[in-house]
Antibody, heavy 119, light 110 residues
């Protein structure tokens, strides 16, 4: 069955960096685009970033452009999110979510990893 | 992109029906038939329950239905059950490989 398992969350100081990972299994990872979506405490879901199946194109929400980088290693079935210049506003649970092929919805999600930006 | 607008909370008794609205703009909900809905029990992975406005994934109860009119999409849950108590989020494709979510609606089954 499809599994997405996020890791790498933790506590980081403002201005610091963190790299999240999302390990995928149960499907042909290299055939699918994958997203990062986050949820700040007490807030709704927020789309963060998207990478196409082959890593050829990457897209970001405005608030993270220039600070976050989405990438993937199809040989390791793993998605990454490099987060730099972190601020309190980036505190959230970060989810990876699989995009169905030729579609515009997320058919599988991970359980998330918590990132806390605090001094 | 601004978040889609959902009511913060709705409630209903077992067996009743409820509807959750999701209002966007002519650049997202109104522009594309790519609205999806997700059920989220806190601490768990969100679950897809409706895609492409009104389609149900395999395995999702037919008590869940979706629709859209203009810039507003809606999720209806009929025959409410206790296990339906969760947070519900709408999402719309917004063009240029970007997506926008609603603020979420907490459903309470009385």
């Amino acid at each position: 069955q499809v599994q997405l398992v996020e890791s790498g969350g933790g506590v980081v100081q403002p201005g610091g960096s963190l790299r999240l990972s999302c390990a995928a299994s149960g499907f042909t990872f290299s055939n699918y685009g994958i997203h990062w979506v986050r949820q700040a405490p007490g807030k709704g879901l927020e789309w963060v970033a998207f990478i196409r199946y082959d890593g050829s194109n990457k897209y970001y929400t405005d608030s993270v452009k220039g600070r976050f980088t989405i990438s993937r290693d199809n040989s390791k079935n793993t998605l990454y999110l490099q987060m730099n210049s972190l601020s309190a506003e980036d505190t959230a649970v970060y989810y990876c979510a699989k995009l169905e092929r030729r579609a515009y919805y997320f058919d599988y999600w991970g359980q998330g990893t918590l990132v806390t930006v605090s001094s | 992109q601004s978040a889609l607008t959902q009511p913060a909370s709705v409630s209903g008794s077992p067996g009743q029906s409820i509807t959750i609205s999701c209002t966007g703009t002519s650049s997202d909900v109104g522009a594309y038939n790519y609205v999806s809905w997700y059920q989220h029990h806190p601490g768990k992975a969100p679950k897809l329950i409706i895609y492409d406005v009104s389609k149900r994934p395999s395995g999702v109860s037919n008590r869940f239905s979706g629709s859209k009119s203009g810039n507003t999409a809606s999720l209806t849950i009929s025959g409410l059950q206790a296990e339906d108590e969760a947070d519900y989020y709408c999402c719309s494709y917004a063009g240029s490989s970007s997506w926008v979510f609603g603020g979420g609606t907490k459903l309470t089954v009385l």
